[in-house]
């Protein structure tokens, strides 16, 4: 979404591709399709170690406009049954009702509101974020990684972002059920976006 | 009392193999359900699951030597004073049950294994995973489980029930023979 026209000349210059100026947003599609999109997670084991997962199941799209990044905007949905953490006992037993209760919450979804650039690179980006039938705002910290034309006739762009979110404020405490070392889930959002 | 059956009577193998496996059905059964209640933080959380996963293998081994037993001996006919629907809904829930406890073999195997880790059993003991899957498959071998395991229960209690109607009501020998008398 999110950098100025400088950064995409420079990077196509990079690829020795004359880019045309764009002018109005454009809609990207995120690649679940190819797998260049990753929903991550991480969250203190204990206390004592960071445990790293992944949500498999998602789609979305985002509007990239370069001459007017703060009309970026972005939108996902989010299967929640599609937690993976690389094993079968521990996933199924996070999906129960006590932790994630997936089968009463199927869905988590995040619509963006406003995108501030803070940088060449980077960028806040404050959406709705609807988890376990909840919705409260939170704030991504957004690094633009590239874009350009890809080698197969497409453009793309990708995009990196962070936030830091406590469950119990979407009404589930981890705490309670885990220790208090689980108060906060880090989340590691990785889109690439083909151009529609 | 024979090892074996005869026409007449239940042998040793059959009778201790029953009742083996009753009280292990049981066992399984309330360990499962305190499996699901155990606290994150118990000293328990990996212990029990550890002994139901191994005393659940042992009951498969007993069960494919029931079904072996089974099928290459005689087995006793029915006491001739059963009604002809007892004896088929008696086989009928006979066998139910030992595809149950398949069933409940397959299923909690691959709750442990469906992302390619091994189930482990008395401490070091590895059965190693056959699939190594993202797509849930440990969550359907979940609710497997939970089905199978209530409906062996369910038909443990009716052959129960069936068992003491056939004893205090009936005044038979249902119950007796499964203790070694003719």
């Known amino acids: 979404m999110f950098k100025k026209l400088g950064l995409t000349v420079l990077a196509a210059a990079s690829f020795g591709l004359a880019q045309p100026t764009l002018a109005k947003p454009e809609t990207y599609l995120i690649d679940t399709k190819g797998a260049h999109a ?20 998602f789609s979305g799209s985002f509007t990239f406009d370069e001459e007017n990044p703060s009309s970026n905007s972005i939108t996902v949905d989010l299967d929640m049954a599609s937690v993976d953490s690389n094993h079968a006992e ?16 199927t869905k988590a979804k995040f619509v963006s509101k406003a995108y501030k650039k803070t940088g060449d690179k980077t960028a806040e980006l404050t959406g709705a974020l609807t988890l376990f039938g909840q919705t409260h705002d ?23 972002g962070r936030a830091t979110i406590k469950p119990a404020k979407w009404g589930n405490d981890l705490t309670k059920v885990l220790g208090p070392a689980t108060e906060e889930v880090e989340l590691m959002l990785t889109v ?3 151009r529609q | 009392m024979p090892l074996k059956n005869t026409a007449a009577r239940f042998g040793a193998m059959t009778i ?13 059964f309330a360990s499962g359900l305190w499996i699901e209640r155990l606290d994150y933080y118990s000293e328990l959380y990996q212990i ?19 079904l072996l037993w089974r099928l290459s001996h005689v087995y006793p006919s029915a006491i001739s004073t059963h009604k002809p629907y007892e004896k088929i809904v008696s086989k009928i829930i006979q066998w139910i049950f030992y595809a149950a406890v398949l ?8 709750i442990t294994t469906a992302k390619g880790q091994p189930l482990i059993i008395f401490g070091d003991v590895s059965i190693p995973a056959i699939i190594s899957s993202s797509a849930n498959i440990e969550d359907i071998a979940g609710s497997v489980h939970k089905y199978s395991g209530f409906a062996i229960i369910g038909l443990a209690v009716l052959h129960a029930l069936a068992a003491l109607k056939h004893h205090f009501i009936d005044k038979d020998k249902t119950l007796l023979r499964m203790f070694g008398h003719h």
């Open chain 1, 38 to 57: 990753f929903v991550q997670f991480r969250i203190k084991h204990l206390g004592y170690s960071w445990l790293y997962g992944h949500f498999d199941d």
């Open chain 1, 90 to 105: 521990r996933d199924k037993h996070i999906r129960d009702e006590k932790y994630l209760n997936v089968e009463k919450y």
């Open chain 1, 138 to 160: 939170i704030t991504i910290d957004v690094e633009h990684i590239g874009g350009g034309r890809d080698p197969w006739g497409g453009h793309r762009q990708g995009f990196e």
């Open chain 1, 192 to 194: 690439e976006g083909i």
């Open chain 2, 16 to 28: 201790s193999l029953h009742w083996v496996m009753a009280m292990g059905i049981v066992g399984m």
């Open chain 2, 48 to 66: 029990v699951p550890h002994w139901h996963k191994s005393i659940g293998v042992v009951m498969v081994a007993l069960m494919l030597m029931r």
């Open chain 2, 103 to 110: 069933s409940m073999f397959a299923s909690g195997y691959f």
